[in-house]
């Protein structure tokens, strides 16, 4: 079979190495339309539960990625100055860059050997291939040229921009702050000794009361340090591309037409609130990989994949949807005691309650409990 991969992120290059371990004289060819070492954001996070999928399935890769990810056991909120934590939420994350790099070497290692600086823009260039792996992205090519996959595309209503900094964080941590322009929340880990994640997010009010979309990408770095300056301890902002966005909601009804089929963003994404999406694209690629194995022909893998994989990912994105939810009144639940708003946070996709909560939480729930 010879297979075209579009898009040399996380879902392709993992989609190709997976593969062609399998199938080391398969002939897949991988396209990606930036360089090596190009790459947009900065860290990329995982629960500690989104990585036992991993292992179980390729603990060769795990031990290869796993040196260079930073981890913790709790995570904590900032309200109004005050710190809440919450123990036995564990997270890891790395660099996007170095995730990418790691994933390049696990595929160069079976011979993969993407076509970088390549974009696929005609049909033309993909007729000779059996089967085609749409893995571009968002703004997917593939899944725009075909009407067939009935694509909808919603935004999420807060703004968000995507900035690095020089602090490292001990826990993954939300701050909440008001300022003169209204209420703003910083999402931010660090995944490097001396590297973090900084997202920042806003309402839509609070967006133009900031003037933030007329300001230059340098003028917006400066008054996010500024408005951040507790949190951020002299330390600055790290832009690169940094530009205030609406996330987009992205499904699709169909997952494959003829011999196209979709992965990660291009078929679906989740709020960053919870740090899903890279694990949903890795997880994509490893069930497209089962499916090629246990059937004969493209056509009936390609339906099997979406059978299996699709109530899966459903799940995870209505409680990725909840979760955003929340965000987009969080504002209203400022108003809240600090440790009520720790709970209205840690319970807000319906997952997790306070009998959960006393089974992995215990020091964050005596110390909510006796407050009560």
Same mark, same amino acid.
């Given at each position: 079979m010879k297979i075209a991969v579009v898009g040399?992120?996380?879902?392709?290059? /993992?989609?190709? /190495?997976?593969r062609k371990r399998k199938h080391p004289s398969a002939e897949i060819a991988l396209f990606e339309q930036n360089a090596a070492d190009a790459t947009f954001g900065f860290g990329v996070v995982f629960s500690d539960r989104a990585l036992d999928f991993l292992r179980a399935d390729d603990p060769e890769t795990v031990e290869a990625i796993a040196p260079h990810m930073e981890h913790w056991r709790d995570m904590t909120l900032v309200l109004r100055g005050e710190r809440v934590a919450i123990d036995g939420v564990g997270f890891s994350a790395i660099g996007r860059l170095e995730l990418l790099k790691l994933l390049q070497a696990r595929a160069a290692s079976v011979g993969i050997k993407p076509e970088f600086q390549r974009r696929i823009e005609s049909a033309d260039d993909?007729?000779?291939?059996d089967l085609i792996v749409a893995a571009d992205g968002v703004n997917s090519w593939l899944r725009a040229n075909h009407p067939q996959f009935r694509t909808s595309t919603d935004l999420f209503r807060n703004k968000f921009i995507w900035f690095g900094t020089t602090k490292p964080f001990e826990t993954l941590t939300q701050t909440f702050v008001e300022c003169e322009y209204g209420t703003l929340n910083a999402h931010h880990y660090r995944y490097a000794p001396d590297k973090s994640t900084f997202i920042i997010e806003c309402d839509r009010?609070?967006?133009?009361r900031a003037n933030f979309e007329k300001l230059s990408e340098d003028e917006n770095k400066a008054l996010c340090e *500024?408005?951040?300056?507790?949190?951020?301890?002299?330390?600055?902002?790290?832009?690169?591309?940094s530009v205030w966005r609406d996330f987009p909601w992205i499904w699709n009804e169909r997952w494959s037409q003829e011999n196209v089929v979709l992965v990660g963003d291009a078929l679906h994404t989740a709020h960053f609130s919870i740090g899903s999406g890279t694990r949903l694209a890795l997880e994509d690629s490893i069930a497209l990989a089962k499916a090629l194995e246990l059937e004969p022909s493209v056509h009936t893998a390609l339906a099997r994949y979406e059978g299996e994989r699709?109530?899966?990912?459903?799940?995870?994105?209505?409680?990725?949807?909840?979760?955003?939810?929340? /965000?987009?009144?969080?504002?209203?639940h400022m108003k809240l005691a600090p440790l009520d708003?720790?709970?209205?946070?840690?319970? *807000?996709?319906? *997952?997790?309650?306070e009998a959960k909560l006393r089974e992995m939480s215990p020091k964050f729930m005596a110390r909510y409990e006796a407050a009560r």
């Open positions: 040399g992120g996380p879902a392709g290059l /993992y989609f190709a /190495y997976l993909l007729k000779t291939f009010e609070t967006f133009v *500024r408005l951040f300056m507790q949190t951020l301890e002299g330390h600055k902002l790290i832009s690169n591309k699709k109530p899966i990912v459903e799940k995870i994105v209505k409680a990725s949807k909840t979760s955003a939810a929340w /965000y987009e009144n969080f504002p209203e708003f720790a709970m209205s946070y840690i319970t *807000r996709s319906g *997952r997790i309650g």
